[in-house]
């Protein structure tokens, strides 16, 4: 293998996850792709799901470690947007390519994956914790929290779990020596609408946490590309309307940051979502979960372009 396996880092909450059906039901891909002659690519001839040996998909997980460590091919119960994404970088990258998903369900970027750098703020009257900080000690003192759930222990955790899998590359791709990490995908931003100070402080943590991935993950080029919540648009209102703008915000063709132009999309994912919401896990609509994956994954490849 000469080539270094170009690896893409997929970070987020439940969506991402996935909770999109493989099995049972009208909305599975199972029916989806045989009965609806959907996303071929997913399958054989005698229709049985396709392993594709070029793309290696790992999955980590807080609290549970590694659950798959495999060839890109449809496996379990539920998805996300992977398949979607990793078929087309398969396609398009002529080196051997890995997807590792770190991440679990029910985390905001204004708490649980605030990114360091972040400092303590005030918000409605109280003082908003920065990275490491606690509510009783917002500024902390740099290290980790021991006992206690601390601003930013799931971007820690996420982030060391991606880096298991790669300080241990033979393992997670077989006879590779080499890596180069090309980019990230993010798909998140629930829990922050639910939050006045979070959904406020989004845009700022937003841009801080591209720049600290790549920081953290020495990949100072690398790429990253966003998905916005299936249910937000232009004037939705609230506080969904504030993440949704700061999602766009840090667009490289239309947002506001020159130094993001070439590096940076976002994804608007409304026209996918089949008027599904991110909270209600488009109800389980596995169509969305791939529509949401191709368009990620295309974006990334215009990127990497």
């Not at 909450?13 to 493989?22: F, P, T, W, Y």
């Not at 792709?33 to 005698?46: A, G, M, P, R």
């Not at 063709?253 to 070439?262: L, R």
Request: proline share 5%; glycine share 16%; charged share 25%.
């Amino acid at each position: 293998m000469s080539k270094p396996v170009q690896v893409f880092v997929l970070l987020g909450q439940s969506n991402m996850v996935g909770l999109g059906k493989v099995a049972g039901g009208d909305v599975s891909l199972e029916n989806v792709v045989k009965n609806k002659s959907q996303y071929s690519y997913l399958v054989e001839e005698d229709g049985s799901w396709h392993e594709r040996k070029d793309v290696r998909f790992v999955q980590y997980m807080q609290g549970k470690g590694m659950l798959k460590n495999e060839w890109m091919k449809v496996t379990g119960r539920t998805m996300g947007p992977e398949y979607g994404l990793g078929h087309p970088l398969g396609n398009a990258i002529e080196a051997p390519v890995m997807v590792i998903k770190s991440c679990i369900g029910n985390r905001s970027l204004g708490w649980d994956l605030l990114p360091p750098g972040s400092e303590p703020y005030e918000h409605g009257g109280k003082t908003q914790p920065g990275y490491r900080g606690t509510p009783g000690n917002p500024k902390g003192n740099g290290d980790k929290v021991e006992g206690e759930w601390y601003a930013g222990k799931q971007y820690d955790d996420d982030v060391e779990d991606a880096k298991k899998a790669l300080a241990d590359l033979g393992k997670h791709y077989p006879e590779a020596k080499k890596y180069e990490v090309a980019g990230f995908f993010f798909w998140q931003g629930e829990k922050d609408c639910g939050n006045a100070a979070h959904a406020e402080k989004y845009e700022e943590n937003l841009v801080r946490f591209i720049q600290q991935l790549r920081k953290d993950f020495e990949a100072p080029n690398a790429k990253f590309v966003m998905g916005t919540l299936g249910e937000s648009k232009k004037g939705c209102g609230g506080n969904g309307e504030k993440v949704f703008d700061a999602q766009m915000a840090v667009d490289g063709k239309s947002g506001k940051y020159p130094e993001f132009k070439g590096h940076v999309a976002t994804v608007f994912t409304n026209p996918m979502a089949q008027g599904g919401s991110g909270n209600g896990h488009y109800g389980g609509k596995a169509e969305v979960y791939m529509d949401v994956g191709e368009a990620m994954g295309k974006a990334m490849i215009e990127l990497l372009k």
